[in-house]
């Protein structure tokens, strides 16, 4: 069976500090896919990347950047000098062959001025 | 607007009656899911349809809820005698072909209280 836990219940900083927030998977297919996802106080959930299984290298877009490390089984996003609009709740997810997500419990980022 | 729409936003249902949740898929995007999202959790997976097929229906957690696709884009959830444990956000998203591949498209959710 497939599962994401994502430890960090949630974490608070202040503008401008780094933030990393951790994700740890299980499954036994050799091919998958890693997603991130932000769900503002909006609700509507965000898509910010999707990794294969065979790709590891790191990728960083902007402010964000992302440690993929299959030996650990985990997939860590990194929020390089956050900002106030980072505060949200961030979820990490495992696809199967179908696409069919199973997501972590989620981080809240709390961003105070 | 090119996103994926829901409706209604919103529903309060009394307990035992039935309710039905629209989603409204990107167009073109062969890939659809439900996800229910309850309070505090992550989003948990109800089932999936390639065009009008539904491939999956592991998700749905009792025989209340019926998802169909009839014509491969409209998509419609129903929850027969709802109870206060399926109060929830449930989410739908899309996707161009596999949602694995491509990237999931989410919906604003519609947010169901059953009183």
């Known amino acids: 069976a497939q599962k994401v836990t994502q430890a960090q219940t949630e974490i608070s900083v202040v503008e401008k500090e780094d933030v990393t927030l951790d994700c740890v998977y299980e499954t036994r297919d050799t091919t998958y896919y890693l997603f991130w996802y932000k769900q503002p106080p909006s609700g509507e959930l965000v898509f910010l990347i999707r990794?294969?299984?065979?790709?590891?290298q790191n990728e960083i877009s902007g402010r964000y950047s992302w440690n993929f490390q299959k030996s650990t089984s985990s997939f860590n996003f990194t929020i390089t000098a956050s900002q106030v609009v980072d505060s949200a709740v961030y979820f990490c997810?495992?696809?199967?062959?179908?696409?069919?997500?199973?997501f972590g419990a989620g981080t809240q980022v709390v961003v105070t001025p | 607007g090119a996103g994926v729409s829901q409706s209604p936003r919103y529903k309060v249902a009394k307990r035992g009656q039935d309710v039905a949740l629209r989603c409204d898929p990107i167009?073109?995007?062969?890939?659809l899911f439900w996800y229910q999202q309850a309070l505090g959790q992550g989003p948990e997976f109800l089932t999936y349809?390639?065009?009008?097929?539904?491939?999956?229906k592991s998700g749905l957690p009792s025989d209340r809820f019926f998802a169909e696709r009839p014509e491969g884009s409209v998509s419609t959830l129903k929850i027969q005698r709802t109870q206060q444990e399926d109060s929830a956000v449930y989410l739908c998203a899309s996707s161009l072909g596999q949602g694995n591949v491509n990237e999931q498209f989410f919906g604003p959710g519609t947010r169901l209280t059953v009183l």
């Open positions: 990794r294969n299984s065979f790709d590891e």
């Open positions: 997810a495992l696809s199967d062959s179908w696409g069919k997500l199973q």
């Open positions: 349809f390639q065009n009008e097929a539904q491939l999956d």
């Open positions: 167009s073109g995007h062969v890939s």
